[in-house]
């Protein structure tokens, strides 16, 4: 698997590059009923991802329909994330109990659209995107820094219920050891809990970038380490 790879011990993963067959319980079939071929194919597919996942955990099946803007249901005592792109789809599990909150995304290895930059990063960001373009133009760094601040928005909303502008964070990626680094920069973010200087993973495979935010819950006592996969 792709996504296992950029995740700490602990949580449980799965991963498609292709569309797979999965029974959807009437909660979830409601949250698709208006819903195009394509969403209800990335729909079903993911949450046959996400159910594998806690297969994984010793859970039964249970329906995880979305909640409009607040993304899928998880079971009591479980957080969890999910993510699909073109030709890619994934999620992420684990108990409360150990962690906190977490945030996958995928992306393919592309450049984002016009103006799409600008609008979110931060002018230290930029430089250092340049930077990385320099050494290694093989990967879209760009896509790679929006798809990780991806991740930090999907961990921080299950845990804040509100709103955190791109802006807000400024997130260091490192080419050598496939981490990033998150800094909280306004009030706002300095609330959401173990965030501030939190560690995440990345990797590009298969024209595909992969990145994931996994932050510990408040009762373990620990940090992740930029290197917590090596």
């Not at 700490?8 to 319980?25: H, K, M």
């Not at 957080?79 to 792109?85: A, I, K, P």
């Not at 501030?196 to 994931?212: F, N, P, Y």
Request: charged share 25%; net charge negative; proline share 6%.
């Amino acid at each position: 698997m792709v996504i296992e790879r950029v995740l700490p011990e602990g949580v449980a993963s799965a991963d498609t590059f292709e569309e797979i067959e999965e029974a959807l319980f009437d909660e979830e079939l409601s949250s698709i009923e208006h819903a195009v071929e394509r969403r209800v194919l990335e729909f079903t597919t993911v949450r046959g991802c996400a159910r594998r996942a806690l297969s994984d955990l010793g859970m039964a099946r249970t329906p995880m329909p979305s909640k409009s803007g607040h993304g899928p249901q998880w079971p009591q005592g479980v957080v969890g994330s999910m993510t699909h792109c073109e030709g890619y789809r994934a999620a992420a599990a684990g108990y409360s109990s150990q962690w906190l909150s977490m945030g996958i995304d995928a992306e393919p290895d592309l450049p984002t659209p016009e103006g799409v930059l600008k609008e979110i990063s931060l002018p230290r960001e930029r430089r250092l995107l340049k930077a990385l373009q320099a050494i290694d133009p093989s990967h879209a760094w760009d896509r790679l820094l929006f798809s990780a601040k991806e991740s930090v928005y999907k961990a921080w909303w299950p845990v804040m219920r509100r709103w955190l502008g791109f802006e807000e964070v400024a997130v260091m990626v490192d080419r050598p050891t496939g981490a990033f680094t998150v800094h909280a920069l306004s009030d706002n973010a300095r609330t959401c809990p173990m965030l501030d200087g939190a560690h995440g993973r990345w990797l590009a495979d298969q024209g595909h970038l992969v990145t994931a935010l996994v932050l510990p819950s408040l009762d373990s006592g620990k940090r992740l380490s930029r290197d917590y996969l090596a």
